[in-house]
C-alpha cells in the first residue's frame, strides 16, 4: 500500500487548526493507521493509532479521523512545540508503509 | 520506564555485514512485537522488518528481503538486525521500535537510534 501525505508543507501560526491528509492507494485494513510526529534530532513519537485512538498522554487538540483510504489528523490549535514532521503508517498489511510526511512550519 | 538502546551502527564497505541489536528494559519484552524503522540522512521514514513476540510472523521490506533478518532473544530482552550485502543506500539511522502488543506493528516506543554509513 502506497501512503500519499499533503500537503507536503503546511506554513501556520500558532493558535491555528491544522488539517493533514493521509491518502492510502487501497484500503487499509481495520483501519489500521498510525499518526508519528518527529522533530529535528528526535525519534518519532506516537500521536495516534488505529485511525482515532490517542496514544498515551497524547493532548487532546490531537485528532484522527478516517477510515478505507482516506485519513485526516487534525491539530486544534496549534502551540509553538507542535511545529514538526508528521508521518502516517499503515500497519494492515505487509509492508507497513510509512507516508513521505508532512512538515508543519510557522 | 521503557528504554530501547540499540547499538551495532558505525562504517561498513558496500558489500559488507553489520549487526544490530536493541536492548530492552522496563517492559516484559517476550509481550510484544517489535520493529526497526531506518531513516536516511534528510529523508522520511522507512518500515524496515516486524517480528512478533514468540517470533511466528516476521515481516519485510522489499528492499531489504533476502539481505536483512530480524530476530529476537526473549531470554535476552534483545533484537537483532543482521544486515548482509549492504548498500550505499542502507545508509540510515536505524530505530528500534516497541508495538503496542504481540502482533502489532507500530512503534509505541522509540529508541534513540544508531547510524549505519555504507561506504567505500
Known amino acids: 500500500i502506497v501512503l500519499t501525505q499533503s500537503p507536503g508543507t503546511l506554513s501556520l501560526s500558532p493558535g491555528e487548526r491544522a488539517t493533514l491528509s493521509c491518502r492510502a492507494s487501497?484500503?487499509?485494513?481495520?483501519?489500521?493507521l498510525a499518526w508519528f510526529q518527529q522533530k529535528p534530532g528526535q525519534a518519532p513519537r506516537l500521536l495516534i493509532y488505529?485511525?482515532?485512538t490517542r496514544a498515551t498522554a497524547i493532548p487532546d487538540r490531537f485528532s484522527g479521523s478516517g477510515s478505507g483510504t482516506d485519513f485526516t489528523l487534525t491539530i486544534s490549535r496549534l502551540e509553538p512545540e507542535d511545529f514538526a514532521v508528521y508521518y502516517c503508517q499503515q500497519y494492515g498489511s505487509s509492508p507497513f508503509s510509512f507516508g513521505p510526511g508532512t512538515k508543519v512550519d510557522i | 520506564e521503557v528504554q530501547l538502546v540499540e547499538s551495532g551502527g558505525g562504517l561498513v564497505k558496500p558489500g559488507g555485514s553489520l549487526r544490530l541489536s536493541c536492548a530492552a528494559s522496563?517492559?516484559?519484552?517476550?509481550?510484544?512485537?517489535m520493529n526497526w524503522v531506518r531513516q536516511a540522512p534528510g529523508k522520511g521514514l522507512e518500515w524496515v522488518s516486524s517480528?512478533?513476540?514468540?517470533?511466528?510472523?516476521?515481516y519485510y521490506a522489499d528492499s531489504v528481503k533476502g539481505r536483512f533478518t530480524i530476530s529476537r532473544d526473549n531470554a535476552k530482552n534483545s533484537l537483532y538486525l543482521q544486515m548482509d550485502s549492504l548498500r550505499a543506500e542502507d545508509t540510515a539511522v536505524y530505530y528500534c521500535?516497541?508495538?503496542?502488543?504481540?502482533?502489532?506493528?507500530?512503534?509505541?516506543?522509540w529508541g534513540q537510534g544508531t547510524l549505519v554509513t555504507v561506504s567505500s
Open positions: 521500535a516497541r508495538g503496542q502488543y504481540s502482533g502489532s506493528y507500530y512503534g509505541v516506543y
Open positions: 517480528i512478533s513476540s514468540s517470533s511466528n510472523f516476521i
Open positions: 522496563g517492559f516484559t519484552f517476550s509481550h510484544y512485537s
Open positions: 488505529d485511525a482515532s
Open positions: 487501497q484500503s487499509v485494513t481495520s483501519s489500521y
